[in-house]
């Protein structure tokens, strides 16, 4: 049963965003189409074992939801023609209408984010809805607590049944008003393939690709916005290093230890045209760009040694000033502590920011300050500082890595 649940979930993770997109532009509907989902995901793990995997995974989730649905609409007693309608719509899926956005996984991270909703409820429910994440690991990109991201979900898809909202493309001209939550969503969707937040996997390269393909799409659907370009940007110089931030045995390496010449340096090529992309449009680096430039300088150092940490300071205060963030003033602290400012004044940046209760409960912010104090030779701090931290990590890999640091001192 462990191996099929293991099949199972490697099947949703690399179709699931596909059938709920499918189900979600037949019903209309994108918690019923979640819902759908997750039962014909059921559905796999008792028939699976006995049948076998199916050749075409996918598209057995997608017909034994539809199925229910179908099933669904019976029970209701729904009119004989719309239902008729609406079956033979399941059965053929024939699209004869002009679609703007032809991506079906965009197309639904599109719908998702109706501006009825919070921007905070649309990002909550499209990462569950396309992205597939657990409300825990949605909880933990976003810091806050696993039942305010529950409650986020539930409410965002009463408000949807309260206001009757029908799930369809929106029209180009409704693109504006959606698009920072469709760029948030493709964000934090490949933050968490970046750096996985659970699990025993570090990086989670299917979803970080998924999400860099989606950027690329959004870049061709919207050639003059420069934060697409950004993002992007942002994307590709991260992606660069996926080869060597992970050993043979999945063990995560460090910036410090990486095999430089295992980047992809035909990626930071391109996240590098995507920046100056962004700077031909004119209208200045917004937020995605800012973190750019941060990995560009990495992307073009030969060594840890050789990065302009200044000017990556002076990037991370430009972040702070136009997106502000705890993450923001911890990544600079780290920063800090590599100019000749050094450990010390970083670690003053990092217990401002302890004192200010900020980052409460995260591993982060231990981590960061038990590296400091590491630096600083206050090894007995240092070490109970990387043991908190590895206490409430949720990647088994990062816990290692944190383990092994304190043991080492």
Not at 242 to 255: M, S
Request: net charge negative; glycine share 6%; aromatic share 4%.
């Amino acid at each position: 049963m462990t191996d099929i649940r293991r099949t199972v979930d490697a099947v949703w993770r690399i179709e699931g965003a596909q059938v709920v997109a499918t189900l979600v532009r037949v019903t209309g509907d994108v918690g019923l189409a979640e819902d759908l989902a997750q039962e014909a995901v059921a559905d796999a793990l008792v028939q699976w074992p006995e049948s076998g995997v199916p050749r075409n995974a996918g598209a057995w989730l997608t017909a034994v939801a539809k199925r229910k649905a179908i099933d669904a609409w019976r029970r209701r007693e729904r009119q004989d023609e719309k239902y008729r309608t609406i079956a033979h719509d399941l059965s053929e899926t024939t699209e004869d209408e002009w679609e703007p956005i032809e991506d079906d996984v965009l197309r639904l991270i599109f719908m998702a984010c109706h501006p009825v909703l919070s921007r905070q409820a649309q990002v909550c429910l499209t990462l569950r809805a396309v992205g597939g994440l657990s409300t825990d690991e949605i909880a933990r990109m976003m810091l806050v607590p696993v039942s305010t991201v529950q409650q986020r979900i539930v409410r965002a898809k009463e408000t949807l049944s309260a206001s009757h909202v029908r799930f369809s493309s929106p029209e180009p001209a409704e693109w504006g008003e959606r698009l920072g939550a469709v760029l948030g969503v493709v964000y934090l969707a490949f933050t968490e393939g970046y750096a996985a937040t659970s699990g025993d996997r570090w990086l989670r390269t299917d979803l970080a690709n998924e999400a860099l393909r989606l950027g690329r799409v959004l870049a061709r659907l919207l050639p003059a916005e420069p934060d697409v370009h950004g993002l992007v940007a942002l994307m590709e110089l991260q992606a660069s290093r996926f080869a060597a931030r992970v050993a043979a045995d999945g063990t995560p390496v460090l910036l410090a230890d990486q095999d430089r010449s295992r980047w992809d340096h035909a990626q930071i090529r391109r996240g590098r045209a995507a920046l100056a992309r962004v700077d031909e449009i004119g209208r200045g680096r917004g937020s995605y760009a800012l973190q750019a430039s941060i990995a560009e300088c990495h992307a073009i150092a030969r060594s840890v040694e050789d990065t302009d940490w200044e000017r990556i300071v002076v990037l991370y205060e430009a972040l702070g000033r136009i997106a502000p963030s705890p993450i923001v003033d911890l990544n600079r602290a780290v920063a800090v502590s590599m100019t000749s400012a050094g450990p010390a004044v970083a670690l003053q940046i990092v217990e401002r920011l302890q004192e200010g209760g900020k980052l409460a409960g995260s591993s982060l912010l231990p981590s960061v300050r038990g590296e400091l104090l590491s630096q600083l030779g206050r090894l007995d701090e240092a070490r109970a500082d990387l043991i908190a931290a590895a206490d409430v990590v949720g990647n088994a890999r990062e816990e290692q890595v944190l383990r092994d640091k304190a043991a080492r001192l």
